[in-house]
């Protein structure tokens, strides 16, 4: 999903999937900063790219083209990013970074072979490779994002909860479903049920009940 237009930052827009969620309300200002750079939010993961190849073999899809993506930005700029990955959240962009990119001779031709795809390759990429564009080109900041704990150990899940607190309030966070994630989905900015089709009819109820109280009403851009 694409929401344009945002007052004052016409050059700007930014991208989500249909299963993220605003959870309260955030200003231009969370996504850009006062220059009108772009603030993307990541979360750090440990890769040895030096055996990318047999990552690659192991990966799934999803993965595969997040790696491919920092893979192509090592191959352009020299700049290692193997070890940011995104949040599962929502990515604000500049359009004419974005412009820039995908008509750089080494993109264009990549992007007009998989734009007709109606299912994610592993070979393509998506749109991280954007993301981290126009980070090396020092058009947008990252942010690590601290999604918030709870469920695996309570005293080191509240060790770390205070910690980042702060962080916490700004991050995004993703699960599969609401059913034990209800804490955590509460203190978010945005968080994604990014349900599947191994979810149970039982988790698929409680992610509606969940939706239906959490947000009874339409947002403004639907009604």
Request: include cysteine; hydrophobic fraction near 30%; aromatic fraction near 14%.
């Amino acid at each position: 999903m694409c929401i344009p237009n945002i007052p004052g930052l016409s050059e700007h827009f930014l991208l989500m999937n249909d299963d993220i969620f605003f959870n309260k309300k955030l200003s231009a200002s969370f996504f850009f900063d006062r220059h009108g750079h772009a603030k993307n939010l990541y979360v750090h993961r440990r890769v040895k790219y030096k055996n990318l190849d047999q990552i690659l073999k192991k990966s799934n899809t999803y993965r595969s083209t997040i790696l491919l993506s920092a893979k192509k930005i090592h191959e352009i700029y020299g700049t290692k990013m193997y070890s940011y990955a995104p949040s599962h959240g929502i990515d604000p962009y500049l359009k004419s970074t974005w412009i820039q990119f995908q008509n750089h001779p080494e993109i264009k031709e990549s992007i007009e072979k998989q734009i007709h795809n109606k299912f994610r390759q592993r070979w393509e990429f998506q749109r991280w490779l954007f993301t981290l564009n126009q980070v090396v080109q020092k058009h947008a900041t990252f942010r690590r994002s601290h999604p918030p704990k709870s469920g695996h150990n309570k005293i080191l899940d509240t060790i770390y909860n205070i910690t980042h607190w702060f962080s916490i309030r700004r991050s995004s966070y993703v699960c599969p479903h609401v059913s034990g994630h209800k804490t955590s989905l509460k203190y978010a900015a945005i968080f994604c049920i990014n349900d599947s089709g191994q979810n149970t009819p039982q988790q698929l109820s409680e992610n509606t009940e969940y939706l239906s109280k959490r947000f009874p009403n339409k947002s403004e851009f639907e009604k």
